[in-house]
């Protein structure tokens, strides 16, 4: 290959190789960058949730009739659209909880292990009746959920009184790292109130806060004239459709109330729309700039063959044929692309050096910028593909064209 | 000449049609997208409250109860109850407010079904202090917070909805179960970052329904958004009456703000709010070491990371964006005027000088800067639409992302900056070629 | 054995509705070591057959035999081979590659040939020795001379080692103190055995060759003509008359 002549005429056609160096290297530290930050939001979108996302609504009610306004009414409420949904047809569970998954809301709490101190863990709690577990979709992988009675007690309960909760294997591992959290107690912050982990759920993430995967579920029938409550409904097929009876039925049991209903996959889309929005952008921003550089690439490259018909010309009749033309310029380009991989590579981490010190993100990984090195790369010599093969059309008698 | 130079750039445009395009492409993407992202940046970053941010002051006291938990160090994002009662009596600031959202059902004053709206309570400091655009009456007086009256400002929305749109000051709605006379209805009104909700959701369109703060016992209203509590209710407590119980709770969901027109009285507030602290731990409250902010609008922006990182990191890179298109400009000019380098050589020996040659192929870049441009700020605008589907309140809701005057100025300048930045070389390069080896080499 | 043998070989290019018959039922032979000379107007058709014979350019009609090969219907790639191995070109305009020094503008064909580099750089410092040049394998063409250039050129084709040199009005950019020189030169390596043949408009220098030729409108005219020739050159004159009479 020659190596040599070709590096040493590079350095004679400084503007071009210039232009072409500058636009790969920036090309590689913006893509790898951008490359660099899909990846770390895509890791957070791809995350499950663990539970049955795609056949659960999430059902929201707040009375406004006066009626409604005694608490023993609406306990009964309650227990009355428990049992109404459940018997609307293709509807596998219901849940009334305050648990609010994909909507970045709900309560974040702090326990501890009665009698230690220090920082307490926080994590997020909710009220859940006996079917939570099974309308989620989430197993209980130790111990055991909560009794009907336990629910209907709950909420009255005296701070004095231990209360049951089932806790995800995240809360239990963060209270006792040394596993056992079965059977052990759990206090909030201050210790005014005691509780007994009584079951374990694995697959628990719902991001909200920074406590993701911790939860404390306690049996209560949370409601209140002023919050309204809540149910989940799983159903056995594809949700959408059995929204409007879910509604008619509890419209049916009390119209002195709105009633609100959105399905959890729906919440997810919204959760994640922001992100998506971010992955879109950068892929349409790395397409478009790719684009951009390799049309520039192209541009550039067909002057440059344009500019030396003769020279080539000159080649073809000193014996080259037309693949060692169409090398020629391959070779060149993907010389010229290298400085600028090179220098790409080290513009790559001095821009993710200032986007993670200035603004915020992932460092970069090796994986990254040789993904987007090798990218470069490939368009590079593509794009010099075509002026390259036009280049290798160019017929030898040109060399004897005289002025 | 100019018209000259235009004309000739025009020729070169036609002359060489598939370039043209590329290049006009290649500055249009550039622009496009540069100016989609920093606009996205602009609207969230830019000020909310303009000519106000430096005034506006945030206060934050760290009245955690609990010593030994490190995250308790920090002051909360929001104060209680009986603080901001304390502290809106201060004459320190020239205007104070205190405010929360809330929930209740509006009553159609017509007895169709209600509707459950967001409310906020505030004080009347808080409508000159935002800036609040008002399209019939005003704002109640400091009086109707001290009483309090049963008013209500509400949203143009809500008034087309209810009244149809007409004047419906003076007439009156009912929220849960108190009847309110309607002093105020807003002109329409979206700003874009919320400053007076910075901490709970500064992206979120405004209330339709603005309430005195001192209504929040009696209506018995609670919050909404978000709200910290580090102590279980003593047994007891839960019995009072709710107004009652404001005043010994420790629940944290009120946000304040002063207005300090100069740093003295900002510096004056400070100790004030210190002194007040201070005073309070002789009662056993605020058992951690003094900790108070008062912050600004801007600067409390940046503290909470208002702008999402990613749309600071979208802005830079889409800027780098455009000095790749622009690099990508200078190759291709370079390759079309390098190309033209004989009719150059013809115009030199009829005469033109260098200074001419140079203005002319300036003129034609910045053309095409300009035409790029164009094409760029039209691209950008559907980019917008793109990125309002995910930001914007409902399908007919208001676009969250628009391009504004000085967004549009900036990206007609940014072309034709790009256009100088990758003319100069090349129309340097041509001019600077001695005639005559042009007119040998053809 | 002949080195050139072309039987009437026909060239027809095309341009729109155009048709131009660059050459028509050319017939030559040019013998090994012959210096051959040829002559014509604009437009007669001297550039079309150094194209041709050169393998520069395809041709519709007949048949080429180049140093005892059959080259009328080659592939590129054998075309680009027979040209790099047997064929050495000589411009008007040089044809130096501008962006490559002496040493690098000598190494392209044996590039193309693939010779290891030792045996390449012992090539092109012998050449570039034989055209005087030693002192400048690292002078960018813009920083010599035109008769500098044409010597680098003809270094060039020395180091290949061709059989045939196609030179193409060598002089004619030259002023006339270099156009001599690089006569000298070129006729030094005739002697030394290569056939060479040159198109030239300076009837002085195409009187010094072996033979003269003289094209015009695509065809040979004036076959026969003999020129006078230095006394050195009788030998060989002798073998060439007989072939071609």
């Known amino acids: ?403 | 000449m100019l018209l000259y130079n235009l004309r000739l750039a025009w020729k070169s445009v036609r002359r060489y049609p598939v370039l043209s395009a590329l290049i006009l492409l290649g500055i249009a993407l550039g622009v496009g997208v540069s100016t989609t992202f920093i606009t996205a940046y602009h609207v969230l970053a830019r000020d909310p409250v303009p000519g106000k941010s430096g005034s506006l002051h945030y206060v934050r006291m760290n009245s955690w109860g609990v010593a030994d938990d490190p995250f308790r160090q920090t002051p909360p994002p929001l104060i209680t109850w009986r603080d901001a009662q304390e502290l809106l009596k201060s004459r320190v600031p020239a205007r104070s407010t205190a405010t929360f959202a809330s929930r209740g059902t509006v009553f159609p004053p017509d007895g169709t079904r209600p509707s459950r709206q967001s409310l906020r309570l505030v004080t009347a400091d808080f409508f000159p202090m935002f800036d609040v655009p008002f399209r019939y009456g005003g704002p109640w007086s400091r009086e109707a917070d001290a009483r309090p009256e049963t008013v209500a400002v509400i949203s143009s929305a809500l008034n087309d909805r209810l009244f149809g749109g007409a004047n419906s000051v003076g007439r009156t709605i009912r929220i849960e179960k108190t009847e309110l006379k309607i002093v105020g209805v807003l002109a329409p009104w979206r700003p874009r970052v919320r400053a007076y909700a910075l901490v709970s959701d500064p992206l979120g369109a405004p209330e339709p329904v603005f309430l005195p703060l001192a209504l929040t016992g009696p209506m018995e209203l609670r919050p909404a958004e978000f709200q910290m509590s580090w102590r279980t209710p003593a047994p007891g407590e839960e019995k009072l009456p709710y107004a009652s119980r404001l005043l010994v709770n420790e629940v944290l969901f009120v946000g304040f703000w002063a207005e300090l027109p100069n740093p003295e009285s900002v510096r004056a507030y400070r100790s004030f709010v210190d002194a007040y602290v201070t005073e309070q731990k002789k009662h056993g409250r605020f058992p951690h070491p003094l900790n108070n902010r008062v912050t600004s609008v801007l600067d409390l922006m940046a503290e909470l990371k208002v702008v999402p990182p990613q749309t600071k990191a979208l802005a830079v890179i889409s800027l780098l964006f455009l000095v790749v298109a622009a690099l990508n400009l200078i190759g291709l000019f370079l390759g079309t005027v390098l190309a033209r380098a004989s009719t150059v050589g013809v115009r030199r020996a009829l005469g033109a000088s260098r200074w001419t040659i140079f203005v002319q192929h300036l003129v034609e870049c910045e053309l095409m800067g300009l035409a790029g441009g164009i094409l760029g700020v039209l691209l950008s605008l559907a980019g917008l639409a793109v990125l309002n589907r995910v930001y914007g309140d409902g399908p007919k809701g208001v676009a969250f992302f628009q391009l504004d005057v000085p967004m549009v100025l900036a990206a007609v300048v940014l072309s034709l900056l790009a256009g100088a930045i990758a003319g100069l070389y090349p129309a340097w390069r041509i001019c600077a070629i001695p005639p005559a080896r042009h007119l040998k080499s053809q | 054995m002949p080195m050139l043998k072309m039987d009437n070989v026909s060239k027809i290019y095309r341009t729109g509705l155009v048709e131009t018959r660059a050459l028509r039922d050319f017939s030559l032979t040019v013998d090994e070591g012959e210096f051959v000379t040829i002559t014509g107007p604009s437009g007669s058709g001297k550039t079309t057959f150094l194209n041709v014979s050169g393998l520069l350019d395809a041709f519709e009609q007949g048949t080429y035999w180049l140093d005892g090969m059959d080259v009328s219907r080659l592939s590129d790639r054998e075309m680009s081979r027979v040209r790099n191995e047997k064929i050495g070109f000589i411009f008007q305009g040089f044809n130096l590659l501008p962006d490559l020094d002496v040493f690098d503008n000598v190494d392209v064909p044996l590039r193309y040939r693939r010779l290891p580099a030792k045996e390449r750089k012992a090539r092109i410092e012998k050449a570039v020795a034989m055209v005087g040049l030693s002192s400048r394998l690292r002078h960018l063409p813009s920083q010599l001379s035109g008769g500098q250039q044409q010597r680098v050129a003809i270094a060039r084709v020395l180091a290949g080692d061709p059989k045939l040199i196609l030179a193409d009005e060598p002089t004619g950019n030259l002023d006339s103190a270099m156009a001599r020189e690089i006569m000298e030169i070129l006729e030094q390596v005739n002697e030394a055995g290569t056939t060479i043949i040159m198109v030239t408009h300076n009837p002085e220098h195409a009187a010094r060759a072996h033979r003269q030729l003289h094209i015009a409108d695509g065809r040979l005219v004036d076959f026969e003509r003999i020129t006078p020739f230095p006394l050195n050159r009788v030998e060989r004159t002798e073998s060439s008359r007989q072939v071609a009479g």
């Not at chain 1, 960058?33 to 795609?54: H, K």
């Not at chain 1, 806790?167 to 790292?177: F, I, K, N, T």
């Not at chain 1, 002195?256 to 209903?261: A, D, K």
């Not at chain 1, 080290?346 to 990984?365: D, E, P, Q, R």
């Open chain 1, 1 to 403: 290959m020659e190596f040599g002549p070709i590096f040493r005429s590079l350095l004679r056609s400084r503007a071009r190789v210039i232009l072409i160096v500058a636009e790969v290297a920036l090309t590689l530290a913006i893509v790898a960058n951008c490359l660099s930050l899909i990846l770390d939001t895509r890791a957070q979108l791809a995350r499950p949730s663990g539970f049955d996302d795609e056949h659960l609504i999430a059902i929201q009610t707040n009375p406004f009739d006066d009626r409604l306004r005694d608490q023993k009414v609406l306990d009964r409420l309650v227990d009355q659209d428990r049992r109404t949904l459940a018997t609307v047809a293709g509807v596998r569970a219901v849940s009334h909880t305050g648990l609010r998954p994909w909507e970045r809301s709900g309560n974040i709490t702090a326990v501890r292990v009665p009698g230690t101190h220090g920082e307490p863990a926080r994590t997020q709690s909710a009220e859940a009746d006996p079917g939570l577990f099974d309308t989620l979709g989430i197993p209980i992988v130790q111990g055991r959920g909560f009794t009907e009675a336990e629910y209907d007690h709950g909420a009255d309960a005296p701070l004095s009184e231990v209360q049951p909760v089932v806790v995800s294997r995240a809360l239990a591992d963060a209270l006792y790292p040394n596993g056992g959290a079965l059977g052990k107690p759990v206090a909030d912050a201050e210790e005014t109130q005691r509780f007994t982990i009584v079951g374990i759920v694995d697959r628990f993430y719902n991001p909200f806060g920074n406590t993701s995967e911790k939860v404390m579920f306690q049996p209560a029938r949370s409601v209140g004239f002023d919050f309204g409550s809540r149910y989940l409904v799983r159903t056995q097929g594809n949700p959408a459709p059995l929204m409007p009876q879910l509604e008619k039925a509890l419209l049916g049991v009390e119209k002195g109330r709105f009633v609100q209903l959105r399905t959890l996959v729906d919440s997810r889309d919204e959760f994640h729309g922001r992100d998506r929005l971010l992955v879109a952008s950068l892929n349409a921003v790395m397409a478009l700039l790719v684009l951009v550089t390799a049309l520039g690439i192209v541009g550039l490259t067909s002057f440059s063959v344009a500019e030396r018909q003769r020279q080539i010309g000159t080649r073809r009749a000193l014996g080259a044929d037309r693949l060692a033309i169409v090398r020629h310029f391959l070779l060149e380009n993907w010389m010229v692309t290298s400085f600028g991989v090179v220098l790409g590579v080290l513009l790559a981490y001095g821009l993710n050096f200032g986007i993670v010190t200035w603004v915020a993100g992932a460092k970069l990984s090796l994986a990254t910028v040789a993904a987007g090195a090798l990218a470069l790369w490939t368009i590079g010599l593509g794009a010099a593909l075509g002026p390259a093969l036009r280049g290798a059309r160019v017929p030898p008698a040109i060399a004897t064209r005289n002025v």
